[in-house]
């Protein structure tokens, strides 16, 4: 990821290898702050309260949470992974990474425990990226194909949410085909959904895009429909927090307005995961538990004055309801984009 003009990734440890240093999302695009989180607990916050977010970096974060359970406790290894796990509900790649570390240490010697589930989290990471890095390789010759159907004028691609490097350890699964096709020298636009009621979309996506420079729009939740009705989106990329057996799509809300409204314009709809956000433990989505927040993230906004200072507002003094998730059916998918090339199952 270019941050600030330097390329870094959005979590690793802390300079003394104890801890985990992340980038506190909240306060994202208007500040660029790192955290070093120290304890499990601390790890455990900054996933509840979305510091830090996006299904394959709240495995990272919770997989370094457990090494840091461990170093502190070497018995804290069922406690430590029942309270990370316990953080959000949605994203198969939280219990993913928390097996993947408990699995590593278990049978150990209680003194060897923190430093095998260290690295076993910083292979995580490692692993993470070169993932993402070939889901951007599958998806670049998606674009490359899709665009030279068109060659005169950019591909309009529209995204949901943050499936970004903020949403990942780098790359970002639904962005890194866009990574690798903008420098591929592919002209590109991207539609941005600003992704009510946390603005994902507003606030990271762009941020992200921006500093690579890809040229996009925000556009308002509702405006999809109208651009895929008038021609003006070539095909949808999104992420998402776990596809089950069936091939069903869970993915932040409203994600599954979008596939109906491609799929009624003959617009292709793509998904972008790695293998680590597939659960075929769970045979349909309609199994998957659906994480509901504080209705204050609908009534409440956050951001700059015009004099800078960062303020919280009312928007609305109403009752409110906040799923955060929805399940798209497998039958509005046109293809998944994995690690391992473009399928239309899984
Ligand atoms: O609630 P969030 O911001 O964690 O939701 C994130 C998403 O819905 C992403 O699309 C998903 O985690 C995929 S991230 C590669």
């Keep these: ?75 804290a290894l069922d406690g430590a992974r029942a309270m990370l796990l316990a953080t959000r509900p949605t994203a198969v790649n939280l219990r993913w990474a928390l097996d993947q570390v408990a699995d590593a240490v278990r ?29 951007g390789e599958h998806g670049l010759a998606l674009l490359r194909a899709l665009h030279a159907r068109n060659p005169h004028r950019p591909l309009n691609i529209l995204t949901h949410c943050n499936a970004g490097w903020l949403a990942t350890v780098d790359y970002g699964t639904a962005t890194a085909p866009i990574y690798l096709a903008y420098d591929a020298g592919i002209p590109l636009h991207i539609w941005v959904d600003e992704t009510r009621p946390r603005n994902q979309g507003a606030l990271l996506t762009a941020f992200e895009l921006a500093g690579h420079g890809v040229p996009h729009s925000l556009v308002a939740d509702n405006a999809g429909g109208l651009l895929m009705a008038r021609g003006q989106v070539d095909l949808v990329i999104v992420g998402t927090d776990r596809v089950t057996a069936n091939g069903d799509v869970c993915n932040k809300i409203g994600t599954y307005l979008k596939a109906l409204a491609a799929h009624d314009c ?3 709809f793509y998904v972008a995961l790695p293998y680590t956000t597939i659960d075929r433990t769970m045979a349909s989505g309609a199994l998957v538990p659906i994480e509901e927040r504080d209705p204050d993230e609908l009534r409440l906004l956050t951001g700059p004055d015009a004099a800078g200072a960062i303020r919280t507002v009312s928007v609305t003094a109403s009752p409110a309801y906040n799923p955060a998730f929805d399940v798209t059916p497998a039958r509005l998918v046109t293809g998944y984009i994995t690690e391992e090339g473009v399928t239309a199952t899984l």
């Design 1 to 75: 990821m270019r941050l600030e003009g330097v390329h870094q990734r959005s979590i690793g440890r802390t300079a003394d290898g104890k801890g985990a240093r992340i980038l506190d999302q909240r306060l994202l695009p208007w500040e660029v702050r790192w955290v070093e989180l120290r304890t499990a607990e601390e790890a455990a916050r900054a996933i509840r309260e979305m510091w830090t977010r996006g299904a394959p970096l709240i495995g990272a974060t919770a997989a370094y949470g457990l090494a840091m359970a461990l170093a502190g406790d070497p018995g």
């Design 107 to 135: 049978a150990l010697p209680p003194a060897e425990r923190a430093e095998v589930a260290f690295a076993r989290a910083d292979a995580i990471c490692d692993e993470d990226v070169a993932l993402n890095r070939a889901i």
């Design 266 to 268: 003959g617009v292709p």
